[in-house]
């Protein structure tokens, strides 16, 4: 059998126990380690699991899934995501390349941001299409995500954007050569996704249009959520560039059209109380 089970937002303990007895019982434990991080490290889930665990990198998984599904045909393995196990689409490959092989799985769900954001106070039910925020360089600058979370708030609806995280991402020069040097790891920042949507206002402004979202937009920054450092912050896009919410995994909301019921919940994390006096993005119903 092969078991995905998904961990959770915050430490250790936020497996369910039904996902840590499935662990407990694997022959081979492995850690997705590309798609997110957890705020403790390897060796304190291997200390709770009473497992070692396997290091399952973005390479493993896409070019060497075969390796990892090994032997699940005659015994227990387990694949362990941050959050939950379909939180990423390479999880869905795994599942279809299991079952191609005759090998029976079984899911294990668990929290995930999807879901969690809702800890904010803006409501599920509202958001529109997720977006990613990928880190821009000096030749590459996509906004196709900007288009998406504006079409969100043309619906009145709030847009959650992931922001790009690189782990064991190689330099182009190092790419062509064959090296397996790595990049240090990168998590970006509400500060910096903030910045590049302000950087894509002021083009779209430039080139005639009339952007749906601008600098007064209200949005959220948040931290690390379910561990016990979480942080939120709402304010505006401009004063989301400047907000200091510490360590990753970082994730920021656009609001669409407010409930006054989610205009309260959003003053409880304030940057500035003021933002909220005359907004006019509500609903009434």
């Known amino acids: ?83 939950d196990p379909f939180g990423a689409t390479t999880h869905s490959d795994l599942v279809l390349r299991a079952v191609k092989l005759g090998i029976p799985y079984k899911v294990i769900h668990n929290a995930s941001i999807m879901n969690a954001v809702g800890c904010c106070g803006l409501q599920l039910y509202n958001f529109g299409e997720t977006v990613s925020i990928v880190f821009w360089t000096d030749t590459w600058k996509p906004e196709s995500f900007f288009d998406k979370i504006e079409k969100n708030r043309q619906n009145g609806m709030h847009t959650l954007c992931l922001l790009d995280i690189k782990v064991k991402e190689q330099s182009l020069e190092n790419l062509m050569k064959g090296r397996k040097i790595y990049e240090p790891p990168r998590y970006m920042s509400v500060n910096q996704a903030a910045e590049q949507l302000l950087a894509i206002i002021q083009n779209r402004r430039l080139q005639g249009e009339k952007p749906e979202i601008t600098e007064n937009t209200i949005c959220v920054g948040l931290a690390r959520v379910g561990a016990l450092d979480e942080k939120i912050a709402s304010g505006t896009l401009q004063q989301m560039s400047t907000v200091e919410l510490g360590a990753p995994l970082h994730s920021l ?3 669409g059209t407010m409930h006054p019921l989610e205009l309260e919940m959003l003053k409880l994390f304030s940057v500035d109380s003021s933002n909220f006096e005359n907004n006019t993005c509500q609903r009434t119903t």
């Open 1 to 83: 059998m092969l078991y995905l089970v998904g961990l959770g937002l915050g430490d250790a303990k936020d497996i369910t126990v039904k996902g840590l007895e499935a662990v407990r019982r694997c022959r081979r434990v492995y850690l997705e380690a590309y798609t997110s991080v957890l705020t403790v490290g390897k060796e304190a889930l291997e200390e709770f699991y009473g497992k070692e665990l396997i290091l399952a990198d973005r390479e493993m998984v896409e070019q060497e899934a075969d390796s990892l599904l090994k032997e699940a045909d005659i015994c227990d393995v387990a694949f362990l995501v941050v959050g």
């Open 253 to 255: 909301i656009v609001t």
